[in-house]
């Protein structure tokens, strides 16, 4: 189901444009998807789509050509995790300091 889920979002997102390095991802145990969207004027959306207990999650850089090749649009693809209530109870305290383990700030 999450295959069928993805390749719609992809087909969605890139209606009337080229879709270019696509690759399946995996965050956890959620698939996912990363591609780059070339639009007509040459700007370039890297795009990173995740599917998990029927919720989308959806990561987008926007630029010139090439974009997808930066280190900080890797390093932005990079940094998401996925986190239970849980877990993100327990990380109540400096969000900053989790940054540098490639955590996300409790929202």
Known sequence: MADVILNQVRNGSA???TV???KKVQLGRAKGREYAVVQ???N???TRI???????????????AAI?????TR????????ITPEQRQGNK??????????QRPPA
């Open 40 to 42: 007509a004027n040459g």
């Open 44 to 46: 370039v959306a890297v």
């Open 93 to 102: 305290g400096d969000w900053r300091a989790r940054l540098d383990s490639n």
């Open 15 to 17: 209606s009337g444009n």
């Open 75 to 82: 390093k932005f693809l990079e940094s998401s995790a996925l």
């Open 20 to 22: 270019r390095d696509e």
């Open 68 to 72: 997808e090749k930066q280190p900080e």
């Open 50 to 64: 995740y599917w998990s207990r029927g919720r989308l999650y959806q990561l987008v850089v926007h630029g010139k």
